[in-house]
């Protein structure tokens, strides 16, 4: 126990040296933006139900040279869902994010990205996945908890309808999102489910295991008696050994991911599949200080918890003109010695001399000539792809 604290507050310090040679990079350089879609396609691999997520802003980006001749990139990205399922093959860049009127699904993730050799590999990612409420509209589609009862009736429900009208068996492997929409005749429910291939025996059926077994997405709309269905099969691909680097390049062999099925969980509440949350295996410390943004709550002081404005010191407690020394208690004019060499009727002619006041002519002021004045471009965050 006392060896685990040990690692962790030495990975806190070196974590904290590293954040002090830290470099800042612009966030919508070609380097970075190279960088930032590796994590996109790593993140993607990691999330094995749900849909892919699209890089849609770089928040922040810092550099730390490492001893060993390699380099650490810091990465805050934010992502947005698609509507492409992580089962299906095709490349994240021919996806389509969903509008926000749909319930966007937002990701926001904190990354430590290697790059030794000239190869890049993710160490450590955090990621909080949250749906958007924004343009959500009264009568609009609207995301339920994927352990809804009636909503998981109607997904058998149309499953058994396109099972009626295909020559095979399929199962569900994934239910990616169940919705609702309000109208004159009841709920109306939209869902979105995978569906593989299965191998029935004595009324149970379960997905074939076969690399060229045909897997799909099912579309379905309706009620639980009255509704369409429609389901499109993926591409049947060679697996590979190993996923491709990055997936937003086309590459002439596709990586399958391991088959699962779907298990509906009564506690899982959620109406979206989350992102892998945590991956720190080496606990180094650079990501906790990089994902500072989405494990805070900043509090906001209101306006009677600010401190009061300083109130200027009246004019009565100034001291007053009648605490400075009376011009009585100087010595009068009378008690000087009078010059007697000055006669009485010099005195009266310089008193009755004209006062000339002569003006000088200002110099006038200089003409400032406008200066366009650019400010610098920020580093970060970068451009905005989508909203």
């Not at 749906?131 to 589609?141: A, F, I, K, Y």
């Not at 239910?175 to 929409?181: D, F, K, L």
């Not at 590459?251 to 599949?273: I, K």
């Not at 720190?280 to 990089?290: F, I, N, Q, T, V």
Request: with cysteine; charged share 20%.
């Amino acid at each position: 126990m006392k060896a685990l604290g040990l690692s962790v507050v030495l990975g806190l310090l070196l974590g904290a040296w590293a954040q002090h040679n830290a470099l800042h990079l612009e966030c919508d350089s070609p380097e970075v933006e190279e960088v930032a879609l590796f994590a996109q396609d790593y993140i993607n691999s990691q999330h094995t139900r749900g849909y892919k997520y699209a890089l849609n802003r770089i928040e922040h980006a810092q550099i730390i040279p490492k001893p060993n001749g390699g380099t650490a990139y810091l990465l805050e990205v934010d992502l947005l869902e698609t509507d492409c399922h992580v089962l299906d093959p095709t490349s994240v860049n021919n996806c389509t994010v969903r509008p926000k009127v749909m319930t966007a699904v937002e990701g926001d993730c904190d990354l430590v990205v290697m790059k030794t050799g000239g190869a890049l590999a993710v160490t450590e990612f955090k990621c909080k996945t949250e749906e958007s409420t924004e343009d959500l509209c009264l009568g609009c589609l609207s995301l339920l908890p994927l352990n809804d009862t009636g909503a998981l009736k109607f997904v058998h429900a149309s499953l058994a309808t396109f099972n009626n009208m295909s020559a095979d068996t399929f199962v569900i492997l994934d239910v990616g999102r169940m919705s609702t929409q309000v109208v004159s005749g009841g709920p109306m429910f939209h869902a979105e489910y995978v569906v593989a291939e299965g191998n029935c025996t004595g009324g149970a059926c379960v997905p074939l295991h076969d690399d060229m077994a045909r897997r799909g997405i099912c579309t379905a709309h309706g009620q639980q008696d009255k509704h369409t269905v429609d389901c499109k099969m993926f591409p049947v691909q060679v697996p590979d050994a190993q996923p491709p680097a990055n997936d937003t390049v086309d590459v002439p062999v596709f990586y399958r991911p391991p088959l699962f099925v779907h298990a509906m969980s009564p506690t899982y509440g959620l109406g979206f599949h989350k992102l892998t949350t945590h991956h720190d295996p080496s606990m180094s410390g650079l990501l906790s200080a990089e994902s500072a943004e989405s494990a805070e709550v900043v509090a906001v002081a209101s306006a009677t918890d600010a401190a009061p404005p300083v109130a200027a010191a009246p004019a009565a407690d100034a001291a007053p003109a009648a605490d400075a020394a009376p011009a009585a208690d100087a010595a009068p004019a009378a008690d000087a010695a009078p010059a007697a060499d000055v006669a009485p009727d010099a005195d009266k002619k310089a008193a009755e001399a004209p006062l000339v006041v002569v003006k000088r002519q200002a110099d006038a002021a200089p003409v400032a000539v406008p200066v366009d004045i650019v400010a610098p471009k920020p580093l970060c965050p970068g451009r905005i792809r989508y909203f």
